[in-house]
């Protein structure tokens, strides 16, 4: 009895070390075709299907990719995420929109910098409305958005040199947070508590409050050389910096270290954003190409996150 168990036992064993190896060895090569493929960009949409506008990507709630600019100014571009490209929406006259994002409720929120607007658009009916408008504002160029729905937006004067912080609240009041030089690149850590701003070469953190005002004005890193625009959080805290005239994306850890470069196709990236179905698809806008790249990342982004619980 004991001698049949055993060699039932065995059998059992040698059938089963196969299987085991088989699954191994996919999930190793799967694991290491994941590995390889990371932080490698690659064309998304085709070269000039945007105009040197392109600008603010934004990904939905169902992975769909938007942009500014496509075809033709003042256009909002729709993508899916295998990349077919269409018009999702035209602004109004006079309008052209930057930076985008969409609040907890799934409407999308566009900075319209020639109008000093901030246009909400309900994404069942495509019905524009101003959200927010300050004539004080030169312009609101990139946006982010907390956890209670409260933007923030980064206003620069490139003439003058000059730049403004702005919070637009839930009821569209429009309060101004600081002045300093052209600011551009702005987004909000993972924690809801540090409010990042990139200031010409450099990368700036403020504590962020539960009210949503901002202090300890504090310096995370500066590049010496080409320029910088937008920016987004991943949800370990680490910064993606598009890095305008290099041709990167550089990786910055919260405390200043930079982690990596990933190198583009185009040499003139304006912004990022993360999706796809674990938000580790990074969409990249280019001036230069006039088109977006993509590439793997190895942690999802933090609004990638916040969307997947909205309401």
């Not at 403020?206 to 504090?218: A, C, E, F, H, M």
Request: proline fraction near 4%; charge should be positive.
């Amino acid at each position: 009895m004991i001698k049949s168990l055993f060699n039932t036992a065995f059998k059992s064993r040698h059938l089963l070390l196969p299987v085991m190896f088989i699954a191994v060895a996919i999930n190793s090569n799967a694991q290491s075709r994941d590995t390889a493929a990371l932080f490698k960009s690659a064309l998304f949409t085709p070269v000039k299907s945007f105009t040197n506008g392109v600008e603010g990507p934004a990904v939905d709630k169902e992975g769909n990719i938007y942009a500014v600019n496509f075809e033709h100014d003042g256009s909002i571009g729709k993508m899916t995420p295998d990349g077919k490209t269409s018009i999702f929406i035209d602004l109004p006259k006079g309008s052209i929109g930057n930076g985008i994002r969409f609040d907890s409720h799934g409407n999308m929120l566009i900075a319209d910098y020639t109008q000093h607007n901030i246009i909400k658009v309900n994404m069942v009916t495509k019905q524009q409305s101003i959200f927010a408008h300050e004539a004080v504002m030169s312009q609101p160029n990139d946006i982010a958005i907390d956890n209670k729905d409260r933007i923030y937006a980064s206003d620069p004067n490139w003439k003058a040199g000059t730049g403004k912080i702005w919070r637009i609240d839930t009821d569209g009041k429009v309060t101004l947070l600081d002045s300093m030089a052209t600011v551009n690149g702005i987004d909000i850590s993972p924690d809801n508590r540090t409010l990042y701003v990139n200031e010409k070469l450099k990368i700036w953190a403020y504590d962020l409050s539960s009210k949503g005002t901002i202090s300890n004005k504090r310096l995370v890193t500066e590049f010496t050389d080409f320029g910088m625009d937008g920016l987004r959080c991943d949800i370990k805290g680490n910064i993606y910096q598009a890095r305008f005239g290099k041709g990167t994306i550089a990786k910055v850890s919260p405390d200043g270290k930079i982690i990596q470069e990933i190198t583009l196709k185009g040499k003139k990236p304006t912004n990022v954003a993360f999706g796809g179905p674990d938000g580790r698809t990074m969409y990249v806008t280019l001036q230069d190409q006039g088109n977006l790249e993509t590439f793997r990342v190895n942690a999802p982004g933090r609004e990638w996150k916040m969307s997947k619980n909205q309401k």
